[in-house]
């Protein structure tokens, strides 16, 4: 059906409105001017044929209604805003998301990886066209470049941490990254088993026996990280009002980090807990001494600060400091994580339990703990097989 509405433009020239309709509820309405000098019976006649044209061009779909082109056009922005690169996708959801429940240390590390290391490889492609292929090409790439596994596998973890965020929230369709085999170490790679990140008790006892050379400070964090096995940062972001002197203990509030884009700064512990932990009456001695030490320089609510300085320490000194320190007294590989571990495996292999050694480490559950202390775990069933038959040994003479 077509119907035709005769009027005239603002310059007073003729235009006729055609409507034609499918019987449908489909309507469609466009303007049809007539060349000057027309006789009503060729107008008559060029207009039938123009809504006839019509007519077959909305019955075919070539021609939308207002409210189709209108939709047509809403999808057609909709499509055009979605996220399609890994770029957009890494700086405008997945880093988004991670912010919000990262660390600033945390999320720097994230930063820095994905922009030296996976955006400009793979940034501009649109998500739905990265392959495998593509994937193992650009770790097996970083690899060959000479990083090490730990950060081969890193890079990893951080590439399926994206297109898992991406395949659960539907931005594309299937997830390559079930499809790409976590990094093995390179040939001739030695990668550390978890045991050899720890020392043994005769090693600890040696580093421990070497701090009596070494300025009050530095006995006292050394000795402390080595009890507890706090963290790094836990223990410089440590004030005296932390330490309760007469029962022995310390509860840890806060973390102390440092980015480069940061600075210095105030976080809470890793799992976001406060805890208290007991220290031993050698590490209590040393605290007092370093807080009456400590008070005749300058007054400050830090326990560990920087030298001349009621500041705090900065949270990358004890790492240069283990280094000096490991090169002066013949300690291989001497850093702060290392006491940590040390601390957390003799508990476990000296007969503490799990339960206990993870929440003195501040770990979200024993699951983080058995994982990272296998070795250690092991020690300490085999040592409990060992007490069922010395036992029954002992119940037999």
Aim: with cysteine; net charge positive; aromatic share 8%.
């Amino acid at each position: 059906m077509a119907s035709y509405k005769k009027t005239t433009d603002a310059g007073g020239a003729t235009v006729y409105k055609v409507q034609v309709s499918n019987g449908r509820g489909r309507k469609v309405t466009r303007s049809w001017r007539p060349e000057p000098g027309w006789s009503a019976k060729t107008i008559k006649r060029e207009l039938d044929k123009f809504a006839a044209n019509l007519e077959n061009e909305l019955a075919e779909g070539t021609l939308k209604t207002r409210q189709e082109d209108l939709e047509e056009r809403r999808l057609a922005a909709l499509e055009a805003a979605k996220i399609k690169t890994l770029r957009q996708y890494a700086d405008g959801v997945f880093m988004s998301a991670k912010e919000a429940t990262f660390s600033e240390n945390s999320r720097s590390n994230y930063r820095q990886c994905l922009d030296k290391h996976i955006l400009p490889v793979l940034g501009d492609f649109p998500m739905r066209d990265i392959t495998p292929s593509m994937l193992t090409k650009l770790l097996l790439d970083f690899q060959k470049s000479g990083k090490a596994h730990s950060s081969a596998v890193k890079l990893y973890n951080i590439l399926n941490g994206v297109f898992k965020m991406a395949f659960l929230d539907d931005s594309i369709q299937e997830n390559p990254m079930l499809r790409v085999t976590r990094p093995k170490p390179r040939k001739n790679e030695h990668v550390k088993e978890e045991s050899e990140k720890a020392y043994t008790v005769q090693q600890l006892r040696h580093i421990l026996k070497c701090l009596d050379n070494e300025p009050l400070k530095w006995q006292a964090y050394i000795n402390l990280v080595a009890d507890t096995g706090m963290r790094r940062g836990e223990a410089c972001g440590l004030q005296w009002t932390d330490v309760d002197f007469k029962k022995g203990c310390i509860t840890i509030r806060r973390n102390l980090q440092y980015t480069s884009a940061a600075g210095i700064y105030e976080d809470t512990p890793k799992n976001r807990k406060s805890r208290p932990i007991d220290i031993g009456p050698d590490v209590v001695k040393l605290l007092r001494q370093l807080q009456t030490e400590q008070s005749s320089k300058c007054i400050s609510k830090w326990i560990f600060t920087q030298d001349g300085s009621s500041d705090p320490m900065h949270p990358q000194s004890p790492t240069r400091y283990f280094k000096k320190f490991g090169q002066r007294y013949g300690v291989e590989d001497f850093h702060p994580h290392k006491l940590r571990h040390t601390s957390a495996s003799l508990a476990l292999t000296n007969g503490a339990d799990v339960v206990s050694v993870s929440e003195r480490l501040g770990h979200s559950d024993t699951a983080v703990t058995l994982r990272m202390y296998a070795h250690a775990n092991e020690e300490s069933i085999r040592r409990a097989g060992q007490v069922v038959r010395d036992a029954l040994k002992a119940e037999g003479e």
